[in-house]
C-alpha cells in the first residue's frame, strides 16, 4: 500500500513514504505520531469473490429476510464488485442486493471499505442492519468500523441493499477488509476520510464535501 498519499495528508517530513521516493537529505527528527503514521500497513484483503446478486424489483428483500443468514441465496447470479451491475449485463433501475459470506481473519479490529456506492446503501450482517450510505459521496468512500459487529475466526454473511436511482449502479470499487481504516479505500478517499473525521484540519474545500441531511 502505498503510503505517500498518507504522509502528504498529514503533513510529515520524517516519512519516507516508498523506495521510489528519494528520502530527504536532511529531516526533523521523527516524533512517535511521525514513527506510528509511517509504520508499515496493516493487514487487508480485497473481498471480490463469492458475491452474489439479485435484483428487487418490488423491494420485497427487506420484508422477505435476504439480508438473513439462512436465506438460500443459491440461485442468485454470481457478481463480483468493482464495476456497475450493468457492466455485468443487468439492466436495472431500482434496489438490487449483493450477498458474501466472510471469514474475519484473526486481527484486533476490522474496517470494510466499499470505495464507491451508487446511489446508495445499506449493510447488513447476520441480518443486521449496520450502516447505510447516501448517493451524495461523490468521491469520497463508503466505508464501516465493524470491530464491534464481529469477531476474530467468526464467520458471518455480508448483505447489501443498493438503491440506484437511475444510469449506472452497484457496488463500483473493490470491497476491503483490512485491519485500519488507511487499509480500505485510495489514497484520494483517505484524505478526504481525513478532512472528515478531523474538521479542525487544514485541508483543501473539495475534501470537505458533507453528506446530505436526512440519511
Ligand atoms: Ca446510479
Redesign the pocket.
Given at each position: 500500500m502505498d503510503r505517500l498519499g498518507y504522509c502528504w495528508a498529514v503533513g510529515l517530513a520524517a516519512c519516507s513514504p516508498s523506495e521510489e521516493t528519494p528520502a530527504p537529505t536532511a529531516t526533523l527528527p521523527p516524533t512517535p505520531l511521525a514513527e506510528a503514521n509511517c509504520a508499515q500497513a496493516a493487514p487487508s484483503q480485497v473481498l471480490d469473490s463469492g458475491w452474489r446478486f439479485a435484483v428487487d424489483p418490488q423491494d420485497e428483500g427487506r420484508a422477505a429476510g435476504w439480508a438473513a443468514p439462512d436465506f438460500d441465496d443459491t440461485a442468485w447470479q454470481a457478481m463480483a464488485p468493482g464495476t456497475p451491475w450493468e457492466f455485468n449485463g443487468v439492466e436495472h433501475d431500482g434496489v438490487a442486493w449483493y450477498r458474501s459470506q466472510l471469514t474475519l481473519p484473526r486481527w484486533e479490529a476490522f474496517y470494510l471499505g466499499f470505495g464507491g456506492v451508487?446511489?446508495a446503501a445499506w449493510l447488513y450482517v447476520d441480518g443486521q442492519e449496520v450502516g447505510a450510505w447516501r448517493?451524495d459521496l461523490g468521491l469520497r468512500a463508503a466505508y464501516l468500523d465493524l470491530t464491534p459487529y464481529v469477531a476474530p475466526g467468526e464467520s458471518v454473511t455480508l448483505a447489501l441493499r443498493i438503491q440506484?436511482?437511475?444510469?449506472?449502479?452497484g457496488l463500483k470499487q473493490s470491497v476491503r477488509l483490512g485491519a485500519d481504516l488507511r487499509e480500505v479505500m485510495s489514497d484520494l478517499q483517505w484524505a478526504m476520510a481525513l478532512a472528515e473525521l478531523n474538521p479542525t484540519w487544514v485541508m483543501p474545500e473539495w475534501s470537505r464535501a458533507r453528506p446530505m441531511p436526512g440519511l
Open positions: 451508487d446511489d448517493s440506484d436511482d437511475g444510469v449506472f449502479g
